[in-house]
């Protein structure tokens, strides 16, 4: 055998698995999200590539398993956007919870409203995974700029306080809250995918490890334990120290300074939903972890902050806990904390009562 034929067979002996392992996986329900787009100046604010249907899948046994589609827009929603129309529109602004690649399509709570609206308007929604309190500025001023919304909602979750700052996290795509001459500006992270990347996702035995074994989280959680780090998030953040609070709370006051101008709405046409501190609240023991404190005490901040400056808020703590203690429901999944069919239900409800919507969308 010749030495070419020799290469040629230990290099099909090593292809030949790879290609097996391909094609079994292209069989099964691996995680196929829409790349997101470059984000740059020329494209400052981050989407997803605009009109695909995929599927989302979560864990190595693909305990959730959804279909889903990101719109003419490049947000994940199965309505296109007419940003012609005059109709009462209101705009749901988030992250991964206003995304909901979780449940299937139509079932998140802005799709909820949606549809519940009929003729009378519309909702639509903006959320893309990870975006915390700063992004969500951005989002409104583009919301503005583009469909003019009458009315705003933002959902607020726990880690939307701390990330919004550059000191604390810093991944490609988002803007961020970064000090100058001691005061705080948004300062955007360019994203540009790699060739590699973008070639690599083609694979879906790739992506099943990445997305849904979420290999690089688990990388980054050994070698948070290994240096005996507090906490390493995600995005590689380190964990939270002594400044934190204070510097939550700043990035909270920055965050209120510029909504008026940044979404071009008076504080009583924009509304808040903050998240309960689930699981917490299925039981009356609770023994919080520094974290959970926390987090507790920056939802209440912010909570109050709101209040004071005249924007709605609807706290689902005690919406979910009334529901959870009449039939014993929960809202998430036992693998995800994020709110599954039965939490959007919940929550489109509540938002439906509210009075900012009741006057927007009256019959």
Same mark, same amino acid.
């Given at each position: 055998?010749?030495?070419?034929?020799?290469?040629?067979?230990?290099?099909?002996?090593?292809?030949?698995?790879?290609?097996?392992?391909?094609?079994?996986?292209?069989?099964?329900?691996?995680?196929?999200?829409?790349?997101?787009?470059?984000?740059?100046?020329?494209?400052?604010?981050?989407?997803?590539?605009?009109?695909?249907?995929?599927?989302?899948?979560?864990?190595?046994?693909?305990?959730?398993?959804?279909?889903?589609?990101?719109?003419?827009?490049?947000?994940?929603?199965?309505?296109?956007?007419?940003?012609?129309?005059?109709?009462?529109?209101?705009?749901?602004?988030?992250?991964?919870?206003?995304?909901?690649?979780?449940?299937?399509?139509?079932?998140?709570?802005?799709?909820?409203?949606?549809?519940?609206?009929?003729?009378?308007?519309?909702?639509?929604?903006?959320?893309?995974?990870?975006?915390?309190?700063?992004?969500?500025?951005?989002?409104?001023?583009?919301?503005?700029?583009?469909?003019? *919304?009458?009315?705003? !909602? @933002? &959902? +607020?979750?726990? $880690?939307?306080? =701390?990330?919004?700052?550059?000191?604390?996290?810093?991944?490609?795509?988002?803007?961020?809250?970064?000090?100058?001459?001691?005061?705080?500006?948004?300062?955007?992270?360019?994203?540009?995918?790699?060739?590699?990347?973008?070639?690599?996702?083609?694979?879906?035995?790739?992506?099943?490890?990445?997305?849904?074994?979420?290999?690089?989280?688990?990388?980054?959680?050994?070698?948070?334990?290994?240096?005996?780090?507090?906490?390493?998030?995600?995005?590689?953040?380190?964990?939270?120290?002594?400044?934190?609070?204070?510097?939550?709370?700043?990035?909270?006051?920055?965050?209120?300074?510029?909504?008026?101008?940044?979404?071009?709405?008076? *504080?009583?046409?924009? !509304? @808040? &939903? +903050?998240?309960? $501190?689930?699981? =917490?609240?299925?039981?009356?023991?609770?023994?919080?972890?520094?974290?959970?404190?926390?987090?507790?005490?920056?939802?209440?901040?912010?909570?109050?902050?709101?209040?004071?400056?005249?924007?709605?808020?609807?706290?689902?703590?005690?919406?979910?806990?009334?529901?959870?203690?009449?039939?014993?429901?929960?809202?998430?999944?036992?693998?995800?904390?994020?709110?599954?069919?039965?939490?959007?239900?919940?929550?489109?409800?509540?938002?439906?009562?509210?009075?900012?919507?009741?006057?927007?969308?009256?019959?």
């Amino acid at each position: 055998m010749t030495i070419f034929k020799r290469l040629f067979s230990n290099l099909l002996l090593i292809l030949a698995p790879l290609i097996l392992l391909e094609i079994v996986f292209r069989l099964l329900p691996v995680s196929s999200p829409p790349p997101l787009m470059p984000v740059s100046a020329e494209h400052p604010v981050v989407q997803y590539e605009a009109g695909r249907d995929f599927r989302f899948s979560t864990d190595w046994d693909f305990a959730i398993n959804t279909h889903k589609h990101s719109n003419n827009s490049g947000y994940i929603n199965q309505v296109d956007y007419d940003d012609s129309l005059n109709s009462p529109l209101l705009m749901v602004v988030g992250d991964s919870f206003v995304e909901a690649n979780q449940v299937d399509r139509g079932q998140s709570f802005a799709e909820l409203l949606h549809a519940d609206i009929a003729d009378r308007g519309r909702v639509y929604s903006i959320g893309v995974s990870g975006a915390p309190l700063s992004q969500y500025l951005v989002f409104a001023d583009s919301a503005r700029t583009r469909f003019r *919304p009458d009315a705003m !909602l @933002f &959902v +607020i979750i726990s $880690n939307d306080f =701390d990330e919004s700052l550059r000191k604390y996290k810093s991944a490609p795509r988002f803007h961020y809250f970064d000090e100058r001459d001691g005061e705080l500006v948004l300062q955007r992270v360019d994203y540009r995918p790699s060739k590699l990347k973008r070639l690599l996702r083609q694979s879906a035995f790739i992506r099943y490890v990445m997305l849904n074994l979420k290999a690089r989280q688990l990388l980054l959680q050994m070698l948070a334990r290994a240096s005996h780090a507090e906490t390493v998030s995600a995005d590689g953040v380190a964990g939270k120290g002594a400044e934190l609070e204070t510097d939550a709370r700043r990035a909270v006051e920055r965050f209120f300074d510029l909504l008026g101008p940044m979404s071009g709405l008076d *504080p009583s046409r924009i !509304l @808040f &939903v +903050i998240d309960a $501190n689930r699981p =917490d609240l299925y039981t009356k023991q609770i023994a919080r972890s520094g974290d959970q404190d926390f987090t507790t005490r920056m939802k209440g901040y912010f909570a109050q902050r709101a209040g004071e400056l005249g924007y709605g808020v609807i706290d689902l703590h005690p919406v979910f806990e009334r529901r959870h203690h009449t039939d014993g429901a929960r809202f998430e999944f036992d693998n995800d904390l994020h709110w599954n069919r039965l939490g959007h239900a919940v929550v489109a409800e509540e938002v439906g009562q509210a009075a900012l919507y009741r006057s927007l969308f009256s019959r």
